[in-house]
Structure formats: C-alpha cells, structure tokens
C-alpha cells in the first residue's frame, strides 16, 4: 500500500512538473504572436571615406541591414552599433597606425512586416555601449501614414535580475530569404555581471534582439561587449539601460 501510495505520489508530481515545463512555452509563443513586430530590420546606407598611411582611399557606399528593438510608440528603435557601423571591422583589417573611417549615413529605413519602408534618422552612436538609435522621420509621416509601431511590451523589475541557468527567449526575425518570417530563440543565463556595468550573459541570442523572461517580461537588448573599442562577446544590456539612454537621446534631440 505504501508503495502504491508513493507511485501514486511520483506519477502525480511527474505530471505536474511537466505541465509546469510547458507554462512557459504557451506564454512565449503568446508574447511572439502579439509582440512580434517589436522587431524589425533596418536598413542604412552609408558612405565611408577611409584613411591610411597619409593615404585617402575613394569614397565607398555600403547597404546593411540590422535587427533592432522598437521600444517607443513613435518608433524609436535601437539596435547593435556594430551591425550598422563598419568602423570596427575596417580597422581591424587595415591594422595601420593612424588609420581612420568617416561613416556618413545617406538612408536609414525601418522595414516594416508589411513591406512599407519607413524613412528615419540616426539619433545617436554610442560606441563604448554598442547602441544606435534610430526615429522615424516625422516631416515623410505621409510615407507611412498606416503604420503602426509595435513597441516592446513592459520591461522586468529593475531588482528582478534573471539568475544563472534561467531560461530566456528571444524575439527575432529571419532574412528577406526566408520572407522575414518572425522566431522565437531559446536561451539560458550563463552569468550575470554587476560591474563595472551590469550585463547578461545569455547564450544562443541575436544582437538587436530582445530578450524576455519566463513570464514574458522585457529583459533587454542583446549588443556586443566593447573591449578596446572593438566588439568582443554578446552581451544583453539591461531594459533600464536602454531606456535610460533613451530618455537622454529625446532630451537632447528636442
């Protein structure tokens, strides 16, 4: 009888601990229908002017895209510097003293699921943090009158940090390849670094992208950690950060 009851007991807490494996899934697929199109690819033009050894090269063009966070109802985005801004990339190649990049910004686009183009500008680069803010250009409103932006939904409590092994997911979406189709990403906290600047190590993440805990709440936004002004490993910026550095950008820009 006492085994029985103990069977009993196991199968019992077996089905429940299955069932509580599930909640967070049914809650991740719900926050990516809804929420979806809080991200988006941007697409910039840039020219660069490079310089080495006394030596001007000729002007080049670049188009890029990039994953970004839309974390405002006007549209305000932000996204990993690096993925917009080549500057990184070109003077690792180059390793010439003196060497520099000018990168000048000719377009900047939000490419929204449905296919309209949103015409922005870039607010601000911040290159110690990997951040780039980019806004919808309000004098073209009448090119994307229908739009409405999809912001991220409410950020975690600041005190709520995710502890190590907590699972995470991330909202992303694939290349125009594959018809940019929306997706989810599943990941685990590896570490969580207080200073001399709090980040999350969190692995299998996108930069761009955000990240939500197990009840769907905004974590941050994952970017490259900066060592030396180049990028090293990825990192996710807490929500507070960003929207701290957002607040800053809008007092600037007004």
Known sequence: MKKLVLFTLALFLGVSFQALGKKPEILWRKLLKENANCV????????????????SLPPQEQKLE???????????????????????????????PGASVNVNYTEVMLLMQDGTEVPAKLLLKDVDLDLAYVLPIKERKDEYKEVIF????SQAKQKADPLILDEVVSIGK???TLYRQSTLQRGWVNAVIQKPRKYFVIENTSPGTPVFDQS????????????????SEIVTLPASDVLEIAQQVRTRTQ
Do not use: H
């Not at 690819?41 to 030596?55: D, F, H, P, Q, Y």
């Not at 966070?69 to 180059?94: M, W, Y």
């Open 40 to 55: 988006t690819w941007v697409s910039v033009t840039v020219k660069l002017e490079i310089s080495a050894g006394g030596r």
């Open 174 to 176: 694939l290349r125009q």
């Open 150 to 153: 999809s912001k991220v939904p």
């Open 66 to 96: 990039a994953l970004g966070t839309i974390i405002a109802e006007d549209g305000l985005t932000v996204l990993s510097l690096n993925k917009v801004d080549p500057t990184a990339n070109i003077l690792s190649r180059i390793r010439t």
């Open 216 to 231: 769907g709440k905004w974590l941050g936004v994952v970017v490259y950690k900066m060592v030396g002004g180049r990028p």
